[in-house]
């Protein structure tokens, strides 16, 4: 096992070089005085005079071949340097994380649900192929992924916003948060106010939560219910099920022991990039709810051209994606030990 783990941690820095060759790649396809926000602050930038960009362009290397360009880029990548963002109007870095909390709230109340309720209804609907419950679990199934993501969200705010309005937090709790009382631990408002001891906060934060919540979790719970069930339809038709009732092991075994865990190999794939895609900030959800996460964020600074911030938010996916691929290959080995030795 931890040979196994091994192999997959070496070639993660191969992969992470990867992806930061293609989005240097891509943004080669800029002009250099678009570039120039990577390096030098918009403040300076709105005040320099044409001569002066040229002696920038210089300065910064932007002339040079694009080998050392990305080389140079790189050393800054590993300092934590992503430049600075005129939407934000904080460098990449910093921005990144003021909004990462708020995201990752959001997907970790997202993720129970949709993860635990899909494959616990997928194996459900599965068993009970062709019943009641399962033509129910179908059709729920079939109009959460049908369903838009944006038109559940303003069906869900044109319905209910009057109890469980849009945004983070009311306007009343500003100055409780402002004050020297208050002591934000983690950035996570529900986790705070529980470490504060503030309910009202705490039931504020909730009551924020529950509709992008429920958006999320209904969309992505429908992919993960239908793989679920589809894997757990073809495991159970396998000879080693049909032995297992030959021997007179208890059917509830025979499912959860012996099927169940054998059916989970495409759910993990897919419930790791969802998951993945959660953390990396849902752009839609968070706009329509207008939830100051990284999702909100990339969409701003894509609207207003802001290259820094877009280039540091496609950094920031494709690490995430690849630490979450290699989450999933850990979790196939314990899954299923053959894995391990392949």
Same mark, same amino acid.
């Given at each position: 096992?931890?040979?196994?783990? !091994?192999?997959?941690?070496?070639? &993660? =820095? $191969?992969? /992470?070089? #990867?992806?930061? *060759? +293609?989005? %240097? ?115 729920? !199934?079939?109009?959460?992924?049908? &369903? =838009? $993501?944006? /038109?559940? #969200?303003?069906? *869900? +705010?044109? %319905? ?115 998951? !993945? ?66």
């Amino acid at each position: 096992m931890l040979t196994y783990i !091994a192999r997959r941690l070496l070639l &993660l =820095p $191969v992969v /992470v070089f #990867g992806v930061t *060759l +293609l989005i %240097f790649a891509m943004v080669q396809l800029i002009n250099p005085y678009k570039r120039l926000s990577l390096y030098v602050n918009d403040a300076i930038l709105s005040r320099a005079r044409p001569e002066q960009f040229d002696a920038l362009i210089v300065k910064y290397g932007l002339d040079r071949p694009v080998y050392e360009q990305y080389f140079g880029w790189l050393k800054g990548l590993a300092r934590g340097e992503l430049g600075y963002s005129p939407s934000a109007h904080l460098m990449v870095q910093d921005a990144l994380a003021k909004y990462l909390p708020a995201t990752a709230e959001l997907a970790l109340f997202a993720i129970i649900p949709l993860v635990l309720l899909g494959i616990r209804m997928g194996v459900y609907s599965a068993v009970h192929q062709n019943g009641i419950g399962d033509h129910a679990t179908r059709i729920m !199934a079939i109009t959460g992924w049908s &369903l =838009p $993501v944006f /038109v559940a #969200g303003l069906l *869900l +705010l044109c %319905f209910f916003s009057q109890w469980f309005p849009a945004g983070r937090l009311g306007t009343w709790t500003i100055p409780i948060l402002r004050s020297a009382e208050w002591k934000a631990y983690t950035g996570l408002h529900t986790v705070d106010a529980l470490l504060n001891r503030n309910w009202s906060i705490f039931l504020d934060a909730l009551r924020h939560l529950l509709l992008p919540v429920i958006t999320l979790s209904y969309i992505s719970w429908a992919l993960i219910l239908r793989v679920t069930r589809s894997s757990m339809l073809e495991t159970l038709r396998q000879d080693y099920v049909t032995t297992a009732r030959a021997k007179g092991l208890p059917e509830r075994k025979v499912i959860y022991r012996h099927a169940q865990r054998n059916a989970l190999i495409p759910v993990v794939t897919v419930a790791g990039w969802t998951v !993945a895609g959660l953390l990396g900030g849902v752009v839609i959800t968070e706009t329509i709810f207008n939830f100051p996460g990284l999702g909100r964020f990339a969409a701003s600074a894509a609207l207003q051209l802001d290259i820094a911030a877009v280039l540091g938010f496609a950094i920031f996916n494709g690490v995430l994606m690849v630490t979450a691929n290699l989450v999933v290959d850990v979790l196939y080995a314990l899954i299923d030990p053959r894995v391990r030795l392949e």
